[in-house]
């Protein structure tokens, strides 16, 4: 059936519509984490380390104790490492014996009451030692010792090197070379909803686990490894989330505590962390430095693209490995590049670690890319718009880094805005201090590889129909608010020609679901998208054999809709949907199916290449227009157009709250939002600490300065996604940072070459007549490894690299096994430890505990 | 107002007092250095209120207090006596949803839906004092409530729409079956 065909026969998506899950949100009946209470319920503190850097010498908890309080735990209570990347299992619960920036955890508290708690907390006393801190990466490189981690170079979390044909001989070939450096300041996911988590020992002694997560599942394998009981034996509840965008996609110490203190004194314990100790989990945009060097035609081509991106990770490793690919794997899927280099390197540094937030490591070089192709248009005299329309990538193609792309609606998002901007009449020719400024993006579909390597499917869902015509679908997605429990209802609904509000959902539960990986990576809606479409239609095939036979109807004209199930050629000869599930009960006995969805292997067989492959790409593009004030510095966002290359929108409504919700994310980040850090004075210890952790000075836009978004859903279904349909949680954020950089060039002539665009560098910028710049002037130099050669499909590679080692296949695991970072020392409670395995970082001795 | 043995200082000082809720009256014993925020989730089981900070800074815990919004985080639940306490279960009609939460559902307005609450209040108080707002006053009157999903906008067009519907200009569509 053509993509056309299908869309005539739609009655459910596509049409905007009430989301399922409404009618809960605007009554206050969402209960989210916190807003569970079990009887004999305790709560939960922490207590979190004032120092950047320091070894713990001793616990004392002895004053403490008393009648409300219920239970003390130390990082000895719970040893086990975990971490959300199988390579970096490197935090704990609580921390065993150092602390690695101001919010590491070092004890709990379980009361009868919060207050009771906190002031307990006030009466542990620890002693400490400081270490030495790093700031930054560039100390990191200079600074090996004291190392932050055991594990690593150094300081240096990772380093990566690919290269995609000869690049240095491209260069050489090319017409002109632009070079820049750019740096983006790091910035936090900020959700409304603190993270909270409560656990419970079941009356049959298992474990639940409720908790504001988005990654369930990835929680319930911590949990199972830090614990030590069996996975089948913990149930975790991801409840909806008051916000995620990636901030709530490790897992967590708080959430290991309650389940470990619940498991030890039998009765339900709840965490609530305050909006500080939000900031201090964090995980969220990492800092980049960034050289781009990009070899171009004389009619602006590109060549050639050699990048170098330089993160501050943080104290942990987190997501980081992947971060760090990420800062470079997409750079190939918005333009055609012919060939590609790319080095990236992670330093740890004594701030909370950083992770993904919305559009994970992609933010930060495609502002670098499109600010660089605005100074490349205006070099060559070109239009930024048909400089970048010449050369989009190709639709159902492999990139020179073996990403497959299928369809590619960039140019008609590209026209769309420059249409609806005026950007022909208009850019360059508004008055000083006004100005247009374009970018465009593209992102990933969904995560091509699971976290952990398996070969097990990325989504399930599970659908259960009886006799009164109910409809319940399982799945393990997570809701955290971007629709996903809306898309579930959509898709089952239109194939089985019943309305969304007719299901019923049980989201988020591993106990009750299958598996869903998790709401990262943009990957629900086409992932559980396409389970929960196999599985509808395995259902309505059920259903359909049975009233063929029943009504005798041909099969091949057995139609579901408006909550029947009748004849295609004779309406009139149906049944309702209630009775027709009565039918396929009848014949077949009780129903239930079920779907699941496993992405396509990749084609990117070098070491590296798992970061970066999707089923599909969305693409971007954004107009902005600013004004400038030339003394203030300020930068006022007049209008913003967007176009977002959505394959097909399922619900349009909440499509387009995707998309002005990434416009306004990308705004905060753009112009506003920093995490910032700044050393005390010794005599006020020195330490590193975050400079506003609070609402109030953490700067996001209000109501105030949100400007008017024209959005635009460009729809050309993709074949890899669930009715054609593809991403539009992070997308639509990516273009918007350079496009305001670029206006504001248009405005003022000046470039400011950071991220955020602040009224000071703006001003700085204005002020620097010679550069008309503010940014960056140096990239450090790094000593990278040799880059895996890889030679482009266009050269006739075959997605290996010519220079590495045969790897192991993983092929004959079903579950990979965890496997513990290289370099890590033992456990300070094993034997070797506690006969001095030698280590390079200072003695780890866990600290004395009085209790 | 009561307030139970205990000294100045001491946090186990409880207070009896009635507090007027969603227009009942409610006999209530609770700590005395609770803000209302705690006594309506944690004594009251009005847990439709949130919380995104406790430090008056996200605007989540809006409730309104003789019609105005305020912040239930800011406010000790004694200073509330003899006030009108209106939270978001006070909002609709028994089943019957408020315009302005009929417009927020199908507009878009509500993503996660942890800001909406403190929205949905904020916003109806905005309508009550002036049911035809420009979208500068709805931008005003919405600005001490922080929303990170929507980009604002398509809570603007649910004020608006409520508007028409408070003004008689348009009416609420009939709720599809199964809502």
Not at chain 2, 126 to 141: F, G, K, Q, S, V
């Amino acid at each position: 059936m053509s993509p056309a065909q299908r869309q005539a026969r739609f009655t459910v998506v596509g049409k905007p519509r009430r989301r399922v899950d409404a009618r809960a949100k605007v009554t206050g009946q969402t209960r989210f984490a916190d807003d569970l209470f079990l009887p004999r319920m305790l709560h939960c503190k922490l207590l979190r380390s004032p120092h950047p850097h320091a070894r713990i010498l001793r616990i004392d908890l002895r004053a403490a104790a008393d009648p409300g309080v219920k239970l003390l735990l130390t990082g000895c209570d719970m040893p086990t490492p975990y971490g959300i990347l199988p390579v970096s299992q490197d935090e704990h619960a609580l921390c065993l014996e150092r602390v690695r920036f101001v919010g590491d955890p070092v004890a709990a508290v379980v009361a009868v009451d919060e207050q009771t708690a906190s002031e307990a907390l006030d009466r542990i006393r620890i002693d400490y030692e400081p270490l030495a801190t790093i700031a930054s990466p560039r100390e990191a490189l200079e600074t090996p010792e004291p190392k932050i981690q055991p594990y690593g170079d150094g300081n240096i979390h990772k380093k990566v090197a690919l290269e995609f044909g000869d690049v240095d001989a491209a260069m050489a070939s090319a017409e002109s070379v632009f070079e820049d450096v750019f740096f983006y300041e790091g910035n936090t996911h900020l959700p409304i909803e603190q993270h909270a988590a409560l656990a419970a020992v079941d009356p049959d002694g298992k474990l639940t686990v409720w908790s504001a997560t988005q990654t369930p599942h990835y929680v319930h394998r911590a949990l199972a490894r830090v614990l030590g009981i069996p996975a089948a034996h913990i149930r975790v509840i991801a409840t909806p989330n008051g916000g995620g965008f990636g901030g709530k996609s490790d897992p967590f110490n708080h959430e290991i505590v309650v389940a470990k203190a619940a498991l030890l004194l039998g009765r339900p314990v709840k965490i609530c962390l305050t909006r500080e100790e939000v900031f201090y989990c964090h995980r969220g945009r990492h800092p980049v430095l960034m050289k781009l060097r990009t070899g171009v035609q004389a009619d602006g081509r590109i060549v050639a693209m050699d990048l170098q991106t330089l993160l501050d990770g943080g104290a942990y490793g987190s997501y980081g490995v992947a971060s760090t690919f990420y800062t470079g794997a997409l750079q190939t899927v918005t333009y055609e590049v012919p060939r590609y280099r790319f080095r990236g390197c992670r330093a740890f540094t004594n701030k909370p670690p950083c992770g993904p937030k919305r559009g994970h490591g992609t933010p930060q070089p495609r502002f670098a890319q499109e600010v660089q192709l605005d100074k490349i248009a205006v070099a060559l005299e070109k239009d930024p718009a048909e400089l970048r329309k010449m050369q989009i990538a190709k639709p159902n193609s492999l990139t020179a880094n073996f990403m497959r792309i299928g369809t590619i609606g960039l140019g008609e998002c590209i026209d769309r805005v420059v249409e609806g901007s005026g950007w022909k009449d208009r850019r360059g020719k508004l008055p000083f201090g006004q100005g247009l400024g374009l970018a465009c993006s593209s992102y990933l579909c969904g995560a091509g590889l699971p976290i952990y390597w398996n070969a097990l499917p990325h989504s399930g869902v599970q659908l259960q129909l009886d006799r009164s015509g109910r409809v319940t679908a399982f799945c393990g997605a997570t809701e955290i608010g971007q629709g996903s429990d809306d898309v579930l209802a959509n898709l089952v609904a239109e194939v089985l020609g019943i309305d969304p509000f007719d299901l019923r959902l049980v989201t988020g539960d591993t106990d009750l679901g299958p598996v869903d990986l998790g709401s990262y990576s943009s990957r629900v809606t086409l992932m559980m998208g396409h389970a929960a479409i196999q599985a509808a239609e395995r259902a309505r095939d059920l259903i359909a054999s049975a009233v063929s036979r029943r009504l005798g109807i041909p099969l091949e004209r057995v139609v579901f809709a408006q909550r029947r199930v009748f004849d295609a050629e004779d309406p009139d000869k149906g049944v309702p949907f209630a009775e027709a599930v009565q039918i396929g009960e009848a014949q077949h006995g009780t129903l239930g199916t079920t779907g699941s969805y496993r992405p396509p292997e990749s084609e990117a067989k070098y070491k590296g290449g798992g970061v970066g492959p999707s089923p599909a790409y969305s693409y971007s593009a954004c107009v902005a227009e600013v004004r400038v004030h030339p003394e203030t510095g300020w930068v006022e966002v007049e209008r913003i157009w967007i176009a977002h290359d959505i394959g097909r929108a399922l619900n349009p409504v909440l499509a387009r709250g995707q998309v002005e919700g990434s416009v306004y994310m990308a705004l905060g980040e753009a112009l506003l939002e920093e995490m910032a850090y700044r050393r005390l004075p010794k005599h006020l210890s020195g330490a590193l600490v975050h400079k506003y952790p609070s609402l109030l000075e953490y700067k996001s836009p209000t109501t105030l300065e949100m400007p008017d978004v024209v959005t635009y859903l460009v729809e050309q279904p993709d074949g890899a996604g669930p009715f054609g349909a593809k991403e539009v949680g992070q997308g639509p954020l990516l273009p918007v940072m350079p496009a305001l950089a670029n206006a504001v060039y248009d405005a003022v002539g000046i470039r400011v070459d950071e991220v955020p665009i602040t009224p000071e560098k703006v001003l700085r910028a204005m002020a620097d007549r010679k550069s008309r710049r503010f940014g960056p002037s140096d990239f450090p130099r790094i000593d990278w490894p040799e880059a895996l050669r890889v030679a482009p499909p266009a050269e006739g590679g075959d997605g290996t690299a010519a220079n590495e080692k045969p790897r192991r296949r993983k092929d004959d695991a079903i579950v990979a096994p965890d496997v513990a970072p290289t370099g890590l020392p033992p456990h300070p409670s094993t034997p070797e430890a506690r006969r001095g395995v030698p280590s390079s970082s200072p003695a780890s001795q866990p600290p004395e505990v009085l209790r | 107002m009561s307030t139970t043995s205990g000294t100045a200082s001491s946090p186990d000082a409880r207070t009896r007092m009635t507090l007027r809720i969603n227009g009942e009256s409610v006999d209530i014993l609770f700590d005395t250095y609770k803000t209302l925020l705690e006594v309506l989730r944690e004594d009251l089981g009005l847990i439709g209120t949130k919380h995104g900070c406790e430090l008056g800074e996200c605007g989540a815990c809006a409730v309104l207090v003789d019609s105005r919004p305020v912040l239930s985080c800011l406010l000790l639940a004694v200073e509330c006596e003899g006030c009108d306490v209106r939270t978001v279960e006070g909002l609709s009609q028994g089943s019957a949803l408020h315009p302005v939460q009929e417009t927020f559902a199908d507009l878009g307005a509500a993503q996660c839906g942890y800001c909406t609450p403190g929205m949905l209040m904020t916003a109806s108080a905005l309508l009550e004092r002036n049911p035809d707002p420009t979208r500068a006053e709805i931008r005003e009157a919405l600005s001490g409530v922080l929303c990170r999903c929507t980009g604002y906008l398509q809570i603007f067009e649910a004020v608006e729409a409520a508007g028409r519907i408070l003004r008689g200009e348009s009416t609420v569509k009939p709720p599809e079956e199964g809502r």
